[in-house]
């Protein structure tokens, strides 16, 4: 069990991270200039999904130093992976994940998320961050619920009825599994994450991990600007923050 002295320096990290990297992400390479950023104490992170995506992110955090807890229905298919990574990785249940996470993301089909809002909505909701890295994909989750989620205006604005109250920020719906490893600490300029949010602070949080683990934040609105961050729009792919943001500027 986490001894009193982390526990509240992770409650004070949370609660003072906001004020300490105010307007890096108006920047156009805040990533570089962020190279070393707060690391104690570390935010421990569950993950609702550990498939190609979410075990790509996941031990990206891990190498970055965060505890992950990675959820399955059946934990104990994820062996091979918690023992790859060490220590700081471990497997659980989608309960255990969630109670577990200071942060939490969510990476499975589509088509989960309202049973997953269902089961776990009021536990979600107390989380300072929701990660949501899931898409619609007619091919995979079928044409009715793609067609619900344009009806709501988008996969962020969704995502948000179907996880009432929880803090969302929707990142890394656009990039490859495959690229992520790669692409962490880029030479030269860093991969930009677009990312959507209502939520002030739980997007200074996602920016800062999202930093740690090699990429430039930019955040382009809020949750009604996720319809955007999916697969095949022009954010997808790898680009800068600069052309992040040039794409942006060319959507409105």
């Given at each position: ?104 993301m969510v ?58 109250g929880a ?64 697969p095949g ?20």
């Amino acid at each position: 069990m986490m001894n009193h002295k982390v526990e509240n320096g992770r409650r004070d990290f949370l609660l003072t991270i906001a004020g300490g990297i105010v307007g890096l992400t108006a920047g156009s390479s805040p990533g570089r200039v962020l190279a070393q950023p707060t690391r104690s104490p570390p935010l421990s992170i569950g993950t609702i999904g550990a498939g190609r995506e979410g075990g790509a992110l996941g031990a990206l955090f891990v190498k970055a130093g965060h505890p992950v807890m990675f959820s399955s229905r059946h934990p104990d298919t994820l062996k091979g992976l918690v023992d790859e990574l060490g220590p700081l990785a471990r497997a659980g249940t989608v309960a255990e994940a969630i109670e577990f996470g200071d942060v939490v993301m969510v990476v499975v089909p589509y088509t989960a998320l309202e049973q997953i809002g269902k089961d776990y909505g009021n536990a979600l909701a107390k989380k300072v961050l929701v990660i949501d890295v899931s898409n619609p994909i007619a091919r995979r989750d079928g044409a009715a619920i793609v067609e619900w989620v344009d009806e709501q205006g988008g996969a962020g604005l969704a995502t948000a009825k179907l996880l009432p109250g929880a803090h969302i920020v929707r990142a890394f719906n656009a990039i490859n599994y495959a690229k992520l490893s790669g692409d962490a600490h880029r030479q030269g300029e860093l991969v930009g994450v677009p990312i959507a949010g209502d939520d002030t602070h739980a997007i200074d949080i996602a920016s800062s991990l999202i930093r740690e683990i090699g990429f430039d934040p930019v955040v382009i609105g809020g949750l009604a600007m996720g319809k955007y961050l999916v697969p095949g729009t022009p954010l997808g792919g790898e680009h800068t923050a600069a052309e992040v943001r040039q794409i942006v500027t060319n959507l409105h």
